[in-house]
């Protein structure tokens, strides 16, 4: 029998003897939990991104539920976002008691379509919550205009995005600065920067950062590294409802060493997504993502379009028997039982759907970039010989699928364009 190659990953993180030193030091030095590492690691994200606070916490979807607090949203509220994201993108905003109204994306960049949001401000919307999804940033200059225009809060979802950098007012400028109220990342290890498990808020304005000092250790007036030491008894006092959403020492001390290899990732990861783009040009009816010329994504994720009449299932069974791993396109939140059920599962501002949940007019590029979309490896150490293995399965695989006529060339499957 002949041996099965080894099966290509859709990502491995990179960690080494530098991340495993760093945890051993803090491991031994006596504190753990949030501490002197966790403010070191702050000030360096902050700088790398140019934001004047960066306030660290256990995970993105934590960070997005204290900039939702932060900027003032509350039960009854409701908040302008995609549903074509992680779901941790619409259950922050659950979290505050406010509601999720879902627009729609454009479907080559799967960012919010800017054209949409005004539409789906009610007078309850407090806040837009926009997403740069899977590393590739959202039309932000448009989407600032709007929310100082109408009066709203904007949160940037960022997860994906640390590395990314947008064009504004004539210079490159990295996501996280930020171009909003507050931008959220993750450190979850599908992410660039991995620190198991983490998330940063990065702001501006100081009482939004001291807010989320507060909130994220139990709302307590005095923390314990300031108590520790101390020469004199300090009694702390809990003013208002705060939470644990804490990063630890052995994780900031972990992270400190990813931020260091950054660099070197993105350059690798451009340089992949590049020979991806050339190589699957050979596959017709394939879409590979597109980039405006304002943005440069970080390439968190290389996501294609599938050609018409081929099934995504099938396809990725195929990639699968053949040693690739992929993963379906992006979720849509409305489509999950969590959603479906709940009145305003496809949103609400003018005129609420009343279509079925799952099958919405509104948010049919959604659905479609779910359907017809599939995420690629790519990770640091992925080789050129494992990217044409991964082209050549997915070339077998839509072949075998489906009968295809040979020249024509992307741009094809056009009706998504
Ligand atoms: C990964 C991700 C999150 C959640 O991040 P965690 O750190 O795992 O909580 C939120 N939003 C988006 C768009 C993501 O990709």
New binding site residues.
């Given amino acids: 029998m002949p041996d099965r190659p080894r099966t290509i990953p859709i990502l491995r993180p990179t960690t080494g003897e530098e991340e495993a030193s760093a945890a051993r030091r803090v491991i031994l030095s006596g504190w753990v939990t949030q501490g002197p590492e966790v403010a070191a690691f702050e000030r360096e994200f902050a700088d790398y991104v140019g934001a004047l606070h960066a306030c660290a916490v256990s ?6 539920h204290l900039a939702l607090l932060g900027v003032g949203v509350q039960p009854g509220d409701e908040v302008v976002t995609v549903s074509h ?2 779901v ?2 619409a259950n ?1 905003i659950r979290y505050t008691g406010a509601v999720p109204v879902f627009v729609d994306i454009e479907p080559r960049t799967f960012n919010i379509d800017p054209q949409l949001i005004e539409r789906a401000i009610t007078p309850r919307t407090r806040a837009i919550l926009c ?4 590393g590739m940033p959202c039309h932000l200059g448009t989407i600032s205009e709007i929310a100082r225009r109408r009066n709203l809060r904007l949160v940037e ?1 960022a ?2 995005a640390i590395g990314s950098e947008i064009l504004h007012q004539g210079k490159w400028e990295k996501i996280g600065l930020p171009h909003s109220d507050v931008a ?1 990342f ?3 290890p ?2 660039l920067v991995t620190t198991g ?3 940063m808020l990065t702001t501006r304005d100081a009482q939004l950062d001291a807010k989320f000092r507060l909130l994220r250790q139990h709302g307590m007036s005095v923390p314990d590294t300031v108590r520790h030491g101390a020469a004199t008894v300090i009694f702390e006092s809990y003013d208002e409802l705060g939470y644990n959403y804490r990063m630890s020492d052995i994780q900031a001390a972990v992270g400190r060493e990813q931020l260091k290899r950054l660099p070197g990732a993105l350059e690798r990861r451009h340089q992949f997504a590049a020979r991806y783009s050339a190589l699957l040009a050979q596959i017709p009816g394939v879409l590979v993502p597109e980039q405006p010329t304002w943005a440069r994504t970080n390439w ?1 994720s290389y996501c294609i379009y599938l050609p018409e009449g081929v099934g995504q299932r099938a396809v990725m069974q195929a990639m699968l028997d053949a040693g690739v791993s992929t993963r379906r396109g992006i979720m849509c939140a409305h489509r999950e039982p969590a959603y479906a059920r709940q009145p305003w599962s496809c949103g609400s501002g003018e005129g609420r759907c009343a279509c079925p949940g799952g099958n919405c007019e509104r948010l049919r590029n959604s659905e479609r970039a779910q359907e017809r979309s599939i995420v690629l490896p790519l990770y640091d150490r992925l080789t050129e010989e494992d990217q044409d293995r991964v082209v050549a399965a997915l070339r077998d695989a839509v072949m075998s699928t489906r009968n295809l006529p040979a020249a024509k060339h992307a741009g094809g499957g056009s009706e998504i364009v």
Avoid: N
């Avoid at 995970?59 to 997005?64: D, Y």
């Avoid at 997403?131 to 899977?134: L, P, R, T």
């Fill in positions: 995970s993105c979807t934590t960070a997005l994201s992680f941790a993108t922050a997403v740069h999804q899977i979802d997860a994906c959220c993750s450190f979850h599908r992410k498990d983490g998330g968190q």
